[in-house]
Nanobody, 116 residues
């Protein structure tokens, strides 16, 4: 079963940056489109960004377009999310999964807190 481990979150001031990483187990990582998702307190989990299996195409939620960049390193079975110009409304637990999500067990996520 594929396991997902997210890391890189933390507390940052508005306008700051963070780089999240998600390491996936298994030998089929490179075959799938991968995505980042987030869940803020008392809200539903939402899509943030995705990258095609080839890495040639990327997709972003309107709320993060121009500020976040998703990338992948298939040799390391890892997907990244570079987050710049962070805003308090970006505060959430961030998760990765295939896009659309098909790995049944989500990772623990990584907390991102942006102070104003």
């Amino acid at each position: 079963q594929v396991q997902l481990v997210e890391s890189g979150g933390g507390l940052v001031q508005a306008g700051g940056s963070l780089r999240l990483s998600c390491a996936a187990s298994g030998r089929t990582f490179s075959r799938y489109r991968m995505g980042w998702f987030r869940q803020a307190p008392r809200k539903e989990r939402e899509f943030v960004a995705a990258i095609s299996w080839s890495g040639d195409s990327t997709y972003y939620a309107d709320s993060v377009k121009g500020r976040f960049t998703i990338s992948r390193d298939d040799a390391k079975n890892t997907v990244y999310l570079q987050m710049n110009s962070l805003k308090p409304e970006d505060t959430a637990v961030y998760y990765c999964n295939r896009d659309p999500p098909s790995i049944p067990t989500w990772g623990q996520g990584t907390q991102v807190t942006v102070s104003s």
